[in-house]
């Protein structure tokens, strides 16, 4: 991927008026991570913590994300991107609208066309809903997608990991399954302190 490509799509982002978000945001959140990665991680949208700092993933969830990703052996800098379906916080955290999902995805459509990544983890419904509309995410996580040729772990979120921590038995299932596939398909020797080799 040609990184210049990546920080030119970031610039254009970061000025999008495309819908109604723009009015109430703070900061676009492009996404962070390893533009390189073969695992992009894909959320909801940004949230308070998200809206103030511009960076995915930072509040409460995010804190619990980063707390399964060190235990898969996975950390932004090297092995994940991550990106949300849209890029800036509905208000008072609702779901974004049809609409406004219309208007950014073609931005995360990019973002995966240049990282290019072998394997994608969608976390909770509004995730899910960007390859099945049909499907409820309790039925369909855990179990691989094919979509665009690439594999998609549809798994929950973490925010509904907090509000039910029963959930996260299944949601560290969901993580080895990717875990066993980043080592078949990237690095057999993928090291994770949880899951032996
Ligand atoms: N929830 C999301 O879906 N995305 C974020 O970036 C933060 C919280
Ligand atoms: Fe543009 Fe997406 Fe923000 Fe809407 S949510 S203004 S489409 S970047």
Not at 45 to 64: H, I, M, Q, Y
């Amino acid at each position: 991927m040609d990184i210049s490509e990546f920080e030119e799509l970031r610039t254009e982002i970061l000025s999008c008026q495309k819908c109604g978000l723009a009015v109430t945001r703070n900061h676009v959140v492009f996404g962070e991570g390893n533009p390189k990665a073969e695992i992009l991680i894909i959320g909801e949208g940004p949230g308070a913590e998200e809206d103030k700092t511009g960076r995915p993933f930072v509040g409460r969830s995010g804190k619990l994300l980063d707390k399964i990703l060190d235990a898969c052996g996975f950390t932004r800098k090297e092995h994940v991107f991550i990106a949300n379906i849209v890029k800036c916080r509905p208000p008072n955290n609702r779901p974004p609208m049809p609409e406004e999902r219309a208007a950014c995805i073609p931005y995360l459509d990019k973002q995966i066309e240049m990282i290019d990544p072998k394997i994608i983890i969608l976390l909770g419904a509004t995730a899910l809903s960007m390859v099945d509309t049909k499907s409820k995410i309790t039925k369909v996580r855990g179990n691989w997608i094919i979509w665009s040729n690439r594999l998609v772990m549809p798994t929950f979120h973490p925010s509904a990991l907090l509000r039910n921590p029963n959930l996260k038995k299944d949601s560290w299932e969901d993580f080895k399954k990717v875990v066993y596939k980043y080592r078949e398909l990237v690095n057999p020797k993928h090291f994770s302190a949880n899951i032996p080799l």
